[in-house]
């Protein structure tokens, strides 16, 4: 099995923005380097983010129409 890719400790940051230049997406890692993908809607409240903790476990989060989390795996 190789080894999982370790991302940059850089801080590193990916802009997703849409047609009118609304963000709308940010993928980026954190001092440690442990990356994080967040959707945004139009208001730039969060609504879905992905994430990966140094362990290797994973986690998803959905955000209300307000950008309150209401749903966790783990």
Do not use: C, W
Request: glycine content about 10%; cysteine-free.
């Amino acid at each position: 099995m190789s080894k999982p890719y370790k991302f940059p400790t850089t801080g590193d940051v990916f802009l997703l923005k849409d047609n009118e230049g609304s963000l709308r997406g940010v993928f980026h890692t954190d001092e440690e380097g442990n990356p994080a993908f967040r959707l945004l809607d139009s208001d730039g409240n969060a609504k879905v983010e992905l994430t990966i903790t140094p362990d290797g476990a994973g986690s998803i989060v959905l955000y209300d129409k307000d950008g309150k989390p209401y749903f966790q795996v783990p």
